[in-house]
């Protein structure tokens, strides 16, 4: 069993949904939750960081760790076509410098 | 100027040839790292080096091996490729300093192995 999983999709939306994506995770420990947006032929890009549980906005995005099921999420609300990218999700432990990448979720927003 | 470069983009070659794929960044970074991404994958770690003379293997280190010349240039080697070894490999950087261990990423190298 692998540490993250994550649903690779790919996810269809129309423009201007709310978008979920959503992680699970076994290692109790993890206490960094990061999501990293890439775009075709680019690099992974930190979108969103979060310590340990609760909430997170910026913007449109919104970050949330539910650590008791070990399941993080990242809502994207308003979607827009430039939004069309990967979204990785990602996770280290306190002190730990080695980050866990879940597989990617590939999302289209159609205009 | 991009922080994180790498060199080359893409590069098909052929089994048993040795590769070697180049990163520099200009962040002032000490932490470096080479990953490869595979579909359903995601990324899995092949080296790290936390600063010069400290070099780590990852979770795949089996085929390939690293050197890091100087705290901005860090380089993978694949001795000799094999076609498994067909992959996206990215170089990312991180600041020890930084509590939340940011990583940089370079745009990547598409290989291709024949």
């Known amino acids: 069993q692998k540490e993250v999983e994550q649903d690779p999709g790919p996810l269809s939306v129309p423009e201007g949904a709310i978008v979920s994506l959503n992680c699970t995770y076994s290692?109790?420990?993890?206490?960094?939750f990061m999501w990293y947006r890439q775009y075709s032929r680019k690099g992974p890009e930190l979108l969103m960081y979060?310590?340990?549980?609760g909430n997170k906005e910026d913007g449109r995005f919104t970050a949330q760790v539910d650590k008791s099921s070990k399941y993080i999420s990242l809502f994207i609300r308003d979607s827009q076509p430039s939004d069309s990218a990967t979204y990785l999700c990602?996770?280290?432990?306190?002190?730990?410098?080695?980050?866990?990448f879940g597989a990617g979720t590939r999302l289209f927003v159609k205009a | 100027d991009a922080d994180v470069t790498q060199t080359p983009r893409n590069r098909i070659t052929k089994t048993g040839k040795r590769i070697m794929l180049e990163c520099s960044q200009t962040?002032?970074?000490?932490?470096m790292y080479w990953y490869r991404q595979d579909p359903g994958l995601g990324l899995q770690l092949i080296y790290y080096?936390?600063?010069?003379?400290?070099?780590n293997k990852g979770e795949i280190s089996d085929g390939y091996s690293v050197s890091r010349q100087a705290q901005a240039k860090f380089s993978l080697s694949l001795e000799s490729a094999i076609p498994n070894q067909t992959a996206l490999y990215f170089c990312?950087?991180?600041?020890?300093?930084?509590?939340?261990?940011?990583?940089?990423f370079g745009p990547g190298t598409r290989l291709t192995v024949l």
């Open positions: 990312a950087t991180s600041d020890s300093d930084r509590y939340n261990n940011e990583q940089f």
């Open positions: 290692n109790s420990a993890f206490q960094y």
């Open positions: 979060t310590y340990s549980s």
């Open positions: 990602a996770m280290r432990t306190t002190g730990g410098f080695k980050t866990i």
């Open positions: 962040k002032g970074h000490d932490r």
């Open positions: 080096s936390f600063d010069v003379k400290d070099i």
